[in-house]
Nanobody, 121 residues
Framework: QVQLGESGGGLVQPGGSLKLSCAAS????????MGWFRQAPGKERELVAR???????DYADSAKGRFTISRDNAKNTVYLEMNSLRPEDTAVYYC???????????????WGQGTQVTVSS
């Protein structure tokens, strides 16, 4: 099947930066959109940003101007560069991808295990 492996989370001071990475591996024929979601304690999971295979991206209003999503299709990897981080960005960040597995019959959504981002002084 397919696995999404995230890295890059951690503790950062307000105003700081972090870059998250997520690599997809396994029985992959094609990947459609790739994205990042986040879930803070007591809140629902929300979309942060997503990017299609051709590179067009969408952002949540809270991420516009501060976060940049990108992908390397050759490596099946998506990145999220986060700048000017705020305490309210503290959450578990999840990678998400729409994958057509080899010999599959439909697109399937896969999730990473999540990586903690904490913004605090």
């Amino acid at each position: 099947q397919v696995q999404l492996g995230e890295s890059g989370g951690g503790l950062v001071q307000p105003g700081g930066s972090l870059k998250l990475s997520c690599a997809a591996s396994g029985s992959i024929s094609s990947i459609g959109y790739m994205g990042w979601f986040r879930q803070a304690p007591g809140k629902e999971r929300e979309l942060v940003a997503r990017i299609v295979h051709g590179g067009s991206a969408d952002y949540a209003d809270s991420a516009k101007g501060r976060f940049t999503i990108s992908r390397d299709n050759a490596k099946n990897t998506v990145y999220l560069e986060m700048n000017s981080l705020r305490p309210e960005d503290t959450a578990v960040y999840y990678c998400n991808a729409d994958v057509w597995v080899r010999y599959g019959r439909a697109w399937q959504a896969y999730w990473g295990q999540g990586t903690q981002v904490t913004v605090s002084s």
